[in-house]
């Protein structure tokens, strides 16, 4: 299958992302996923009752917004959509969530995209579950968005009514911009800037990451 505009095929599927000079977060053996906002108090979704939504297999590349596409991954988990379900009540309009991870990622998308674009809470890959490499117990995984939308080693989900402000989590990240949609058939990397001209800016940008990787000895794309 072709690659979206701008990206380049990488070897394998490498650990990668904005907390690559950690190792993967620890997970508490009671991990839930803890659902927040639009009205609704606090409560936590125990990783037994996502095993019982409705589940998936889902054929997907990976599409980084630095510009590497891992091709051929197989994900299983709960469809986002039984997801929303189990979590919103009735007549609450949920437009748009923030996912947090246990390292600090944060990522803002809309419903709408999630669900057209066929996003898991994903526990497995490939025929096995998810280590820690890869967002250990559950991430988020969109395969039509590029993938700093699919947060790994999922801890929170915060609903919301419009599009939330303040979302990212650190000044560095609020000045680069992440387009709020990031759809890699129209090249949505940036909020500001067209993502066609950022190809090469944002390539640069894994040759650092693989060396704050080197710490932890582990591969980062090509
Ligand atoms: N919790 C968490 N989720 C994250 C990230 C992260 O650093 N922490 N990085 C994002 C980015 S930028 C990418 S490209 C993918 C990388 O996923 P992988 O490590 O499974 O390849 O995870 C996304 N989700
Ligand atoms: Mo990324």
Same mark, same amino acid.
């Given at each position: ?104 990622? !944060? /990522?803002?998308?809309?419903? @709408?995209?999630?669900? $057209? ?6 526990? *497995?890959?490939?025929? &096995? ?51 709020? !949609? /990031?759809?890699?058939?129209? @090249?949505?990397?940036? $909020? ?6 950022? *190809?090469?800016?944002? &390539? ?19």
């Amino acid at each position: 299958m072709a690659l979206p505009p701008g990206q380049h095929q990488t070897k394998g599927f490498p650990r990668f992302g904005t907390a690559l000079h950690k190792p993967p977060p620890s997970v508490p053996s009671d991990h839930a996923i803890e659902v927040r906002g639009a009205g609704l108090e606090t409560f936590k979704v125990p990783l037994a009752r996502l095993a019982e939504l409705e589940r998936r297999g889902v054929d997907a590349d990976f599409h980084c917004v630095a510009g590497w596409s891992a091709t051929g991954l197989h994900w299983e988990g709960a469809t986002f959509e039984a997801f929303l379900r189990e979590v919103v009540a009735p007549g609450v309009a949920v437009t748009h969530v923030v996912t947090f991870g246990l390292d600090g990622h !944060r /990522a803002e998308a809309r419903v @709408e995209d999630l669900v $057209e674009g066929g996003a898991l809470l994903a526990d *497995r890959l490939d025929g &096995r579950p998810l280590d820690g490499d890869h967002g250990a117990p559950v991430r988020l995984v969109s395969p039509s968005q590029y993938g700093y939308v699919s947060t790994k080693h999922l801890r929170r989900v915060e609903l919301h009514t419009s599009r939330p402000r303040k979302v990212q989590s650190s000044r560095a990240m609020h000045l680069l911009r992440p387009h709020p !949609r /990031a759809r890699v058939w129209e @090249e949505e990397r940036n $909020e500001l800037i067209p993502g066609r001209v950022l *190809r090469i800016p944002y &390539r640069l940008l894994i040759r650092p990451f693989r060396t704050l990787s080197a710490y932890g000895s582990r591969r980062t794309p090509e």
